[in-house]
């Protein structure tokens, strides 16, 4: 029995130490992981640095987005990757600027994934550390091999294989057909024998169009938008069938939190990462009969009324699961702002005394701030820096390794270029932030931002958006350099003050550029 128990002693040290050197046991992994905070991304659309109440707005008012500040860290000085949506959310997720891949501008309707699905992303890091991860809401990252996507099929590749395990999404965006949510590989609702056809070249079918039959549209565009009418509405791109799978435009964001409050319910043995990406404040502005008229200045006001009910309803979500002391919320946007993007929607007509720029020059699309300076607000669970104030240099580019320190993951792989680990400054800890920064504009050229200055690369290009938003592109055959502590609304070009300056900026682009 001595021999007995010394194979027993014997075999419990081997099984130990077996322990040690293997991963942790699934269960053991798991009450790990339940110690991980949830974290919670807002990323909104075209929403601008002075268009919510915490950013100093006056005309309107954002009660629970302000209180995410006043309980969190405001960011006076945050960036995304690009005045578009497409980039930006390239640069979110794959910790690198856009502009390394060709074909990352405003993708189409019907485009192919524009993400490698070998490539390390930030839901698939987050994914090793234990995450449960889902996108709920706008995608516009492309779907499907490089004939795209199969509406009536299997839509794949997408965001199931770049590292979200759910996704419900808006598959481009609200004014480019198709008008319905693809959850997973398919079309929600769609009925077998009324499958969706899809065109961004010629008419398919003999649904009505804006160009046709303007008498049958409720809202009218301005620019574009005239191609197949759904809900009243004529989009950019040309569709027919799925008629049971239509969204309803003045239910979508109830829809995306009704499936945001799903997934979190769902993720309750496992810490998770949910991307909630509005279709707000985005064109079509159509806001639900609830906000209808209520900011005075029409449906684009009212959309930001409805933005700040989808933050109240995730937060209080939160709190009711008793998951809010556990789970970082963050908030920000994907380009700045535009008024009239393409819809007779009296944006301009009734912005009053609102800045969506915050005086910041040009806007969505524009290679000044107003294009890609952004609202980012950070609540930490535990109080962090709760109520202040961070002037560092920050970029959403950072997110991955940021987050990927946060959640304990010890290597991130070398194909992500770009991002670093600025977690600190996300902390607050840290009041300096990036040294630099690199922003990208509609039609390519690049600004570098260094300390207190910012070059813009010169370009032979419109000075205004073309299609008539009123913006200035920010695009001139000479360099710019501005001092941006100096002069943040970018008003005098130092260029020929100080062409050495200009000499060393544009020297120190070219060198990312080559990486
Ligand atoms: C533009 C559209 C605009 C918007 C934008 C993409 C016209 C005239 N304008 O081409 O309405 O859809 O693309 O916006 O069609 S983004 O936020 O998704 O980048
Ligand atoms: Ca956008």
């Not at 992994?29 to 339940?34: G, I, L, T, V, Y």
């Not at 009711?320 to 919320?329: A, G, H, Y």
């Not at 009041?431 to 300390?451: D, H, K, N, V």
């Amino acid at each position: 029995s001595f021999f007995f128990y010394c194979l027993c002693a014997l075999l419990v040290v081997v099984g130990c130490k077996d322990n040690a050197a293997t991963p942790k046991t699934e269960d053991t992994a798991r009450s790990e992981d339940s110690k991980k905070s949830n974290i919670v991304f807002i990323y909104t659309d075209d929403l601008g640095y002075g268009d919510i109440s915490a950013y100093g707005a006056t005309e309107i008012s954002t009660p629970a987005i302000d209180a995410l500040a006043d309980e969190g860290i405001l960011f006076n000085n945050a960036y995304a990757t690009a005045a578009t949506c497409t980039p930006s959310r390239y640069s979110l997720l794959t910790g690198d600027y856009a502009w390394r891949k060709k074909g990352t501008g405003v993708a189409a309707g019907d485009e192919a994934l524009l993400i490698d699905t070998k490539r390390t992303t930030l839901p698939g890091v987050l994914k090793t550390a234990g995450y449960k991860t889902g996108i709920v809401g706008k995608w516009h990252l492309g779907l499907g091999d490089e004939m795209g996507p199969d509406w009536n099929g299997k839509i794949s590749p997408g965001p199931l294989e770049v590292g979200f395990d759910y996704a419900y999404m808006i598959p481009a965006t609200g004014d480019r057909v198709p008008c319905v949510f693809v959850e997973n590989h398919h079309v929600v609702n769609l009925d077998p024998n009324d499958p969706i056809s899809v065109n961004y070249k010629e008419k398919v079918g003999d649904w009505p169009t804006g160009k046709e039959n303007p008498e049958l549209l409720t809202m009218k565009p301005s620019q574009g938008h005239n191609h197949t009418i759904v809900n009243g509405i004529s989009r950019i791109g040309y569709m027919e069938g799925g008629k049971t799978a239509l969204w309803d435009d003045e239910t979508i964001p109830m829809e995306l939190v009704n499936k945001s409050k799903i997934f979190i319910n769902s993720s309750k043995d496992q810490p998770f990462f949910l991307l909630l990406s509005t279709h707000d404040i985005h064109v079509p502005r159509v806001a639900n009969s609830m906000f209808q008229g209520k900011s005075g200045m029409g449906p684009r006001g009212d959309v930001i009324l409805q933005l700040d009910w989808t933050v109240n309803e995730i937060v209080n979500t939160l709190k009711e699961k008793n998951l809010l002391d556990n789970t970082i919320v963050i908030f920000s946007s994907d380009n700045g702002p535009v008024v009239d993007d393409g819809y007779q929607d009296q944006a301009r007509e009734l912005l009053g005394n609102h800045q969506p720029s915050g005086g910041l020059r040009g806007g969505k699309y524009s290679a000044y701030d107003g294009g890609s300076k952004v609202p980012l607000i950070i609540r930490w669970p535990d109080g962090t820096g709760k109520g202040t104030v961070s002037d560092a240099l920050v970029s959403q580019v950072d997110f991955l390794r940021s987050l990927a320190a946060l959640a304990g993951v010890e290597k991130v792989y070398d194909d992500v270029v770009d991002s670093q680990n600025t977690l600190d400054v996300f902390l607050g800890d840290n009041t300096a932030g990036r040294t630099s920064l690199i922003q990208e504009s509609f039609m390519g050229p690049l600004s570098y931002i260094e300390g207190e200055w910012k070059y813009i690369e010169p370009l032979d290009g419109p000075t205004l958006v073309p299609w008539g938003p009123i913006i200035e592109t920010g695009f001139q055959l000479e360099p710019q350099l501005f001092h941006l502590k100096n002069d943040p609304n970018e008003q005098e070009n130092l260029a020929s003050e100080y062409p050495e300056r200009v000499e060393e900026l544009k020297t120190k682009l070219a060198d990312f550029k080559k990486h």
